[in-house]
């Protein structure tokens, strides 16, 4: 309990806490002594360790140290990565005050001159603080300083006096009148400039507002994760302006003014995509860019559904075809000036020569020349380079449109292919976060046309012909794929031209998705029919997947090349009907002679599927042969044989060994193995039991 006895005033309880300390416990805080001894020097040794900033001296001995001040509070409230300060340290400090001058040029000279009165009122309220403690006030303070009012700023302005100048003019001019005494010239009325059409602003309303912002925030921060760990990336402070690098796909194409490009800079408006892009091409003239930006305008203000990532792809891939049509149109409007300047001349001419009007006596008739453009097309005599180099003379249809190279490097050179072979597809793809599939190296199995034998053949490669013979009979046959591309739109694969021999099915090949979000081709996968790829992009990191449950060949034209005579009538193989690539087999392949073999074995005296060697036997009337293919009984895909494993699903088509039980795990012999309750564990060989087996 706390007692309640009353103690006199002043007097102190052992239970009490004092409310001063004595003076003689009171010590001051140390100083260290090059502090006492230079405090001038110390102190801009502690601005210098922790800021490191940029100092020079002026010539009354003022030290001036420009550094950067980032706000420490997480919560600051205003977009401000930095305070850029001067402060500017006088030789007699501490006896004269220090100076502080904001040099931000995204801050308002009003709201500058706040942070700057603000450092003054630290100054007085701390006169015995250090630079440092100062300018963590000033951390501190910097909400209240910026939330205050902006204070009024007033912009000088100089004009120079001329009309001296004017006058001396005129009175020289008067003078040298007077002199000649030549008769006033009438003077001409200069033609008003032609009034500029008033082009109303574009407006927008919020929803299409707070969507564009959405997608500039997204594009722009996929633009970033793209190109931001690359040497020419900068970003401007206030996110418009993006410098980013560029290699042209064909450098050589490119016009040798433009062939030094290393870099551009893209113009990203903040109402992206309702206002269109702008490019400047750094490394190049002005004269010789600028009409490769405005095609580049022209098509993304067209193009407004492509990210700016595609616009990118598409400026490196095709710079140089756009460069040679910006080239053509400069050469052809160059052409175009030319020939209205001799117009003209030959126009003025005819007018200033006298008698062509007065031999009729019809002054009142004017000959109006001829434009030029109607004679472009119907003059025989004259040889236009610029025409020669723009037009195709060789490939005179009327449909149009640039020349397009139709080579097939890369993997954006694929075209259209004539449509003959054997058509490859995959009736129900499923592509997600993927634009666009592409088989690069393709496997497939074909049917020799002489003895209906399955072959191999791998390592099918886009617009290379490969040359096999058949296992069995040896027939020669070739094997050419010719590739397309898989999208949204398209299922079909390519088409595969054969000779001697037909598609039978496709094995495990690879495919090279390219993501959606970023148009970068991914690393080939390799995948087979029903199989389910997912990966991860190496650029954006987004996640894309993909599967061929089906593969469908049409046969549209029949393989060249002459076959050989037939060796006897040909036998129909079986199609193994109710079995489905992917699903398991009936009993996995099993069979009553081996319980422990999960497969079929397509025999090659016959062409047909069985089991075993003994079910075959029992089937056929004619001996076996051996067989070079098998079915795996727990995906049912058909492939070459192989002793212990699928080549497609990896599974074993062989069960493990016996360990002293009967097959099927039901019994043993090994009596160290047998089960108590089995009556033959404990039963003597010899005995009864031995003399019932002798007699």
Request: with cysteine.
């Given at each position: 309990m706390i007692s309640t006895r009353n103690f006199p005033e002043g007097a102190i309880d052992g239970r009490q806490a004092v409310a001063r300390a004595p003076d003689s416990h009171v010590v001051s805080k140390p100083v260290p002594e090059s502090q006492t001894k230079d405090p001038r020097r110390y102190q801009l040794d502690q601005m210098k360790k922790l800021y490191s900033p940029v100092q020079n001296t002026l010539q009354d001995g003022t030290t001036n140290l420009q550094f950067k001040l980032k706000p420490s509070d997480p919560d600051f409230p205003f977009e401000l990565d930095y305070l850029e300060c001067e402060l500017q340290v006088p030789a007699s400090y501490p006896e004269k005050s220090p100076l502080l001058r904001v040099k931000n040029k995204d801050i308002p000279r009003g709201f500058a001159v706040n942070i700057e009165k603000g450092w003054d009122k630290l100054i007085q309220e701390k006169q015995a603080s250090t630079l440092l403690a100062l300018t963590n006030a000033l951390d501190k303070s910097l909400e209240a300083f910026l939330s205050e009012r902006k204070t009024e700023t007033v912009t000088l302005l100089s004009f120079k006096d001329t009309r001296h100048l004017d006058s001396s003019a005129s009175v020289l001019g008067e003078t040298s009148s007077s002199k000649t005494q030549e008769p006033p010239k009438p003077k001409s009325i200069p033609a008003p400039a032609p009034r500029k059409p008033y082009i109303q602003e574009e407006t927008f309303t919020e929803e299409q507002v707070r969507s564009a912002r959405a997608r500039r925030a997204q594009e722009t921060r996929q633009l970033e994760s793209r190109m931001s760990r690359l040497s020419h990336y900068q970003k401007s402070a206030d996110g418009v302006v993006y410098t980013l690098p560029l290699e042209p796909r064909r450098r050589s194409e490119l016009p040798a003014e433009l062939?030094?490009?290393?870099?551009?800079?893209?113009?990203?408006?903040?109402?992206?995509?309702?206002?269109?892009?702008?490019?400047?091409?750094?490394?190049?003239?002005?004269?010789?860019?600028?009409?490769?930006?405005?095609?580049?305008?022209?098509?993304?203000?067209?193009?407004?559904?492509?990210?700016?990532?595609?616009?990118?792809?598409?400026?490196?891939?095709?710079?140089?075809?756009?460069?040679?049509?910006?080239?053509?149109?400069?050469?052809?409007?160059?052409?175009?000036?030319?020939?209205?300047?001799?117009?003209?001349?030959?126009?003025?001419?005819?007018?200033?020569?006298?008698?062509?009007?007065?031999?009729?006596?019809?002054?009142?008739?004017?000959?109006?020349?001829?434009?030029?453009?109607?004679?472009?097309?119907?003059?025989?005599?004259?040889?236009?380079?610029?025409?020669?180099?723009?037009?195709?003379?060789?490939?005179?249809?009327?449909?149009?449109?640039?020349?397009?190279?139709?080579?097939?490097?890369?993997?954006?050179?694929?075209?259209?292919?004539?449509?003959?072979?054997?058509?490859?597809?995959?009736?129900?793809?499923?592509?997600?976060?993927?634009?666009?599939?592409?088989?690069?190296?393709?496997?497939?199995?074909?049917?020799?046309?002489?003895?209906?034998?399955?072959?191999?053949?791998?390592?099918?490669?886009?617009?290379?012909?490969?040359?096999?013979?058949?296992?069995?009979?040896?027939?020669?046959?070739?094997?050419?794929?010719?590739?397309?591309?898989?999208?949204?739109?398209?299922?079909?694969?390519?088409?595969?031209?054969?000779?001697?021999?037909?598609?039978?099915?496709?094995?495990?090949?690879?495919?090279?998705?390219?993501?959606?979000?970023?148009?970068?081709?991914?690393?080939?996968?390799?995948?087979?029919?029903?199989?389910?790829?997912?990966?991860?992009?190496?650029?954006?990191?987004?996640?894309?997947?993909?599967?061929?449950?089906e593969v469908k060949f049409l046969a549209i034209t029949h393989g060249s090349g002459a076959l050989p005579p037939a060796a006897g009538p040909r036998r129909r193989q079986d199609r193994l009907p109710g079995v489905r690539a992917g699903e398991p087999l009936p009993g996995r392949g099993t069979c009553a002679h081996y319980r422990r073999s999960y497969r079929w074995f397509r025999f090659g005296c016959c062409g047909r599927v069985h089991a075993c060697d003994r079910c075959h036997d029992a089937a056929e009337d004619h001996p076996q042969e051996r067989a070079a293919r098998m079915v795996c009984g727990w995906c049912a895909r058909e492939q070459r044989y192989a002793p212990d494993a699928c080549s497609f699903c990896g599974r074993a088509v062989v069960g493990p060994r016996a360990r002293g039980f009967w097959e099927g795990g039901k019994g043993t012999r090994d009596r160290t193995r047998m089960s108590r309750r089995d009556k033959r564990k404990f039963r003597r060989v010899g005995g009864s039991e031995g003399k019932k087996r002798k007699e």
């Open positions: 062939r030094r490009i290393q870099s551009v800079q893209l113009i990203i408006p903040l109402l992206y995509p309702l206002q269109s892009l702008k490019l400047l091409l750094n490394d190049a003239e002005s004269k010789d860019a600028e009409a490769l930006e405005d095609i580049f305008a022209a098509r993304a203000s067209q193009q407004k559904q492509m990210s700016l990532t595609g616009h990118m792809n598409y400026l490196s891939q095709n710079i140089h075809m756009m460069a040679n049509q910006a080239l053509a149109a400069r050469k052809q409007s160059e052409t175009l000036q030319t020939r209205a300047g001799e117009t003209v001349t030959s126009a003025d001419e005819q007018a200033s020569t006298p008698g062509v009007a007065g031999e009729d006596g019809k002054s009142h008739i004017h000959i109006i020349p001829r434009p030029p453009e109607w004679s472009f097309d119907n003059e025989s005599g004259e040889s236009d380079d610029s025409d020669s180099d723009y037009w195709d003379s060789e490939d005179e249809s009327d449909d149009g449109g640039a020349q397009i190279d139709t080579g097939t490097e890369g993997v954006s050179r694929v075209t259209q292919q004539v449509e003959k072979g054997t058509a490859i597809s995959f009736p129900f793809i499923e592509l997600y976060g993927i634009e666009l599939l592409q088989v690069t190296i393709l496997n497939i199995s074909v049917k020799c046309e002489r003895c209906r034998t399955l072959n191999d053949v791998t390592g099918l490669r886009p617009e290379v012909e490969k040359e096999s013979s058949c296992s069995k009979c040896a027939t020669a046959f070739t094997v050419k794929f010719r590739q397309e591309m898989v999208h949204q739109n398209s299922v079909r694969a390519g088409f595969i031209d054969v000779a001697s021999c037909t598609v039978n099915d496709m094995l495990p090949s690879t495919f090279v998705p390219t993501c959606s979000r970023c148009s970068t081709p991914s690393q080939g996968l390799v995948s087979v029919r029903g199989e389910s790829i997912t990966n991860v992009c190496r650029e954006c990191h987004a996640k894309f997947t993909f599967k061929t449950p």
